[in-house]
C-alpha cells in the first residue's frame, strides 16, 4: 500500500510540474540546412608524370583554392610511379573549376580537364 502511494504521490506531482510550466518551443535551424554538399570533382592532370614533385605541386596549388575541402591522387599501380593521372577534389560552395585548372596552368600543368566518367 506504501507502494501504491507513493507512486501516486510521484504521478500526481508529475502532472502538476508539467502542466505548471510552459515551454516556449522555437525550432531552431538544422546544422545541414547552412552546410553546403560537398562534391567530388575528378581533373585529369596530364603533365604530371612523378609522385615526389609534380603530385605534391598539383596537391598543393588545388588545396589553395577557396571552397577545396581534400585533394587526393586517384590510386597508383605503382607507389613510385603515375600511371592514372586523376586527381579527386573534394569541394563545396565556392569552388570553380576553371579558376582551378587555369592556376594548375600557371603552376607548369597545362591541359588539366575535368575528367568525364
Known amino acids: 500500500m506504501r507502494m501504491a502511494a ?37 581533373l585529369e592532370v596530364p603533365t604530371m608524370e612523378c609522385p615526389f614533385a609534380c603530385w605534391p605541386a598539383v596537391q598543393k596549388t588545388l588545396e589553395s583554392q577557396p571552397g577545396v ?8 599501380k605503382n607507389e613510385n610511379l603515375i600511371d592514372n593521372r586523376v586527381v579527386h577534389v573534394a569541394v563545396g560552395g565556392g569552388f570553380e573549376v576553371e579558376s582551378a585548372i587555369a592556376a594548375l596552368a600557371e603552376a607548369g600543368f597545362a591541359d588539366a580537364s575535368v575528367q568525364t566518367p
Open 69 to 76: 575541402e581534400s585533394v587526393t591522387l586517384a590510386e597508383q
Open 6 to 42: 507513493c507512486s501516486l504521490l510521484l504521478l500526481a506531482v508529475c502532472v502538476l510540474a508539467g502542466c505548471s510550466t510552459s515551454v516556449n518551443y522555437t525550432p531552431q535551424p538544422t546544422a545541414s540546412a547552412n552546410v553546403q554538399a560537398t562534391r567530388t570533382v575528378a
